[in-house]
């Protein structure tokens, strides 16, 4: 090994360090949890080993409906999040007065508490017995009955988690396409102009192949943390998921460890390895799909 890697590897030791500490051992650590059978937390013990505790997660009822939960936010809120977001860094991209502000606004609810927007959300979507809420205010203009989007039908409640969601994710993504979008080199654009291209012949065969690394990223990123929505959850139905019907992985998870009938650690760890598996297979894929549809300049 020469100086010159000697000294990278160097440079890389803190950093290796501390994913190896934070990261890998406890990865590690749920592993060996999962296969633990019974294992009691305060004394250290368990009665044996095997895969008793993935089979019972893959039949818990709870843990069920936790996964379609996440598969449907994941489904829908990932790619229409990431469209929007593109259409809305085009149109600022094409605004020259007052386009720092614009983004700014844009970028208003990323930094906003998540708990805040929630009760925002609950407010506009809520029924309660002295109001229907604004949403069906709207939606009665429009001679449609009042929906109880909170604690009423699954549908509904799953539209108002997508929807915040959306909102939610959505601003950062802006952001970072808007950057993107900056980056191109106007020369493509202005050789595209002079040859008579339409803008949207430009925006397909120009625009989207140089940013495709950016909306590549947004896309992996968006599932990551799709697969891992808990929190957005919390804000809206409250701590108890599972009354709700609402409940995702991660909430099952922390229910299992310390919610109301939580202290079942090998539980929790087996549904986390579930969702390790699942994320990087679906990470994966993503690569491999990148291969072909990405361009690098």
């Known amino acids: 090994m020469n100086k010159r890697n000697l000294k990278g590897w160097l440079y ?3 950093a290796i360090l501390f994913l190896g500490v934070f990261m890998v051992y406890p990865l590690i650590d749920v592993f060996i949890y999962s ?3 019974g294992y009691n937390s305060a004394s250290q013990t368990y009665y044996g080993t095997g895969a008793y505790n993935y089979s019972y997660v893959l039949h818990d009822p709870y843990f069920l409906q936790a996964i379609k939960n996440t598969f449907l936010l994941v489904i829908i809120t990932v790619p229409l999040s990431t469209l929007l977001a593109l259409l809305i860094s085009v149109a600022l991209s094409s605004i020259k007065a007052l386009k720092k502000l614009y983004q700014t606004i844009y970028f208003l609810p990323y930094v906003t508490n ?3 927007v929630g009760l925002v959300f609950m407010i506009l979507f809520k029924k309660t017995a002295y109001s229907d809420g604004l949403v ?3 939606l009665q203009l429009f001679g449609r009955g009042p929906v109880d989007f909170i604690d009423g039908p699954y549908w509904a409640k799953m539209l108002v988690l997508c929807i915040y969601t959306i909102w939610i994710v959505m601003p950062f993504k802006v952001l970072i396409l808007t950057s993107a979008l900056a980056s191109v080199n106007q020369n493509y654009y202005n050789a595209a102009r002079v040859d008579g291209t339409s ?5 397909v065969r120009i625009t989207l192949p140089m940013i495709s690394p950016t909306v590549f990223y947004l896309i992996i990123t968006g599932f990551i943390g799709a697969f891992k929505a808990y929190s957005d959850a919390v804000a809206l139905f409250g701590t108890d998921l599972n009354a709700a019907g609402m409940n995702t992985i991660v909430g099952y ?3 299992m460890l310390y919610g109301n009938g939580g202290g079942y650690p090998s539980y929790a760890s087996a549904a986390a390895i579930i969702l390790f598996v699942i994320v990087l297979t679906i990470t994966c894929i993503n690569l491999l ?3 072909k549809h990405v361009y690098y300049s």
């Open 114 to 116: 998540t708990l805040a």
């Open 199 to 203: 803008r949207f012949r430009i925006f």
């Open 289 to 291: 799909v990148s291969r």
């Open 35 to 37: 296969f633990e059978e």
């Open 136 to 138: 069906n205010l709207v």
């Open 12 to 14: 890389l030791l803190p």
């Open 253 to 255: 998870v922390y229910d």
